[in-house]
């Protein structure tokens, strides 16, 4: 049982550069979720999914895009990256509502230079 | 408009003493609180919780304090070790949401 899984661990992209954050979990969660860390903040909502092919905006949704095609599966994708995507990412996931810890992964560091 | 805020960036207590951890809130539709620990290059762990019908919840070393009236929630941690040095989020949702909304962090260092 290997929980919420992250790939890759750290990146760097170009400006423009496009690309896709993995992640997994193996716990048959419904609920699933990125998040986003700068330094010094707390995580930022970028999206999140309640179930397969459901998704909805967090609180930071620009410049990003996910899909849900599978319970396991939650990619994050980056199409123009840009300097202020800069930042920590993280994953997370949750069996159902109610009174629940989110499971989360160990994050990608990513760089846009 | 921040939801949960934590007001000090950074604490440093002894080993051995009480640590205190602070988080305040604004939406009163909160009612599941969280503390997560989070460790250099991990992700966050899920440390304790407190439901709005509680005012306190023990595990072990860690205790949760919630005043609802206040719309404040403390995490204490006693004793305190060298261990425990890392930073705490606190977490605030609505149990019926699926969405928590995270303070800033605390950094807590204890100096052995």
């Known amino acids: 049982n290997a929980g919420v899984t992250q790939t890759p661990k750290f990146r760097i992209l170009k400006i423009g550069q496009s690309m896709t954050l993995q992640c997994t979990q193996d716990?048959?969660?419904?609920?699933m979720y990125w998040y986003r860390q700068d330094p010094g903040m707390g995580l930022k909502l970028i999206y999140y999914?309640?179930?397969?092919?459901?998704?909805d905006k967090g609180e930071v949704p620009n410049g990003y895009n996910v899909s849900r095609s599978t319970t396991e599966d939650f990619p994050l994708r980056l199409e123009l990256a840009a300097p202020s995507q800069t930042s920590v990412y993280f994953c997370?996931?949750?069996?159902?509502?109610?009174?629940?810890?989110?499971?989360f992964g160990d994050g990608t560091r990513l760089s846009i230079l | 408009d921040q939801q949960v805020k934590q007001n000090s960036p950074s604490l440093s207590v002894q080993e051995g003493r009480i640590s205190i951890l602070n988080c305040d809130y604004t939406?009163?539709?909160?009612?599941?609180f969280l503390w997560y620990k989070k460790y250099p290059a991990e992700g966050p762990t899920f440390l304790i919780s407190?439901?709005?019908?509680?005012d306190k919840n023990e595990d072990g070393r860690f205790t949760v304090f919630l005043n609802k009236s206040a719309k404040h929630l403390s995490l204490h941690i006693v004793p305190s070790q060298p261990g425990d040095s890392a930073v705490y989020f606190c977490?605030?949702?609505?149990?019926?949401?699926?969405?928590?909304?995270f303070g800033d962090g605390t950094t807590l260092t204890v100096k052995p």
């Open positions: 977490a605030a949702r609505r149990t019926n949401a699926g969405k928590s909304t």
């Open positions: 939406n009163s539709m909160f009612d599941y």
């Open positions: 999914s309640v179930g397969a092919g459901i998704t």
């Open positions: 716990m048959n969660h419904n609920y």
């Open positions: 407190i439901s709005s019908i509680k």
């Open positions: 997370a996931s949750i069996d159902r509502q109610g009174e629940q810890p989110q499971h």
